[in-house]
């Protein structure tokens, strides 16, 4: 293999030297749910039961928070936002805390369907009725081929860089505003 460029080894040492990710006073956030942030679940311990739950919620919820995007007023979110919204289905409901969650998600999600123009309500108590599918199977997570979902988390860093491109785009050239 031959030898990296001097320019770019010498930026990839001092890469993050000065970069103090809790400098800001809101945590940087995503558009879509991190992909690594469902990747490692389980990694360590053996027990990828989050992971599961992870992705069968995005399956879920995957054409609604894809919508999302496209209202003007998206902003991001940060990773405990979004492992609340991911585990929806996982938390106990009898604690202040998580109801206060939940709440907190289901009212996210009635404010992209407003914006949508529709006044369909959000009842995430249903959501374990909602279907799974990928690529228009059912699919039932737990018992998946790894194939599969590396699939799905290939086209969640697709989407999520897509967008983010996106809006670079058009914050530094086109001037706008996301």
Not at 42 to 62: M, Q
Request: a positive charge.
């Amino acid at each position: 293999m031959p030898q990296c460029l001097a320019p770019w080894k010498q930026a990839s040492e001092r890469v993050g030297e000065h970069f103090n990710p809790n400098a800001y006073r809101n945590p940087l956030g995503y558009f879509l749910p991190d992909p690594q942030m469902i990747a490692v679940c389980g990694l360590e311990s053996g027990n990828y039961s989050t992971r599961t739950a992870y992705i069968t919620v995005w399956l879920k919820l995957r054409h609604v928070l894809c919508y999302r995007l496209r209202t003007s007023s998206v902003t991001p979110l940060g990773p405990s936002h979004w492992r609340t919204v991911l585990g929806i289905e996982k938390m106990a409901f009898k604690e202040k805390k998580a109801a206060k969650q939940k709440a907190e998600v289901e009212e996210m999600l009635m404010e992209i369907l407003k914006n949508a123009g529709n006044t369909m309500s959000v009842d995430l108590d249903r959501l374990d009725t909602a279907k799974v599918e990928w690529n228009g199977s059912p699919l039932e997570v737990s018992t998946a081929p790894t194939a599969k979902l590396k699939e799905i988390l290939w086209e969640l860093f697709k989407l999520g860089f897509r967008y983010e491109l996106l809006m670079m785009d058009r914050r530094f050239y086109g001037g706008l505003k996301p």
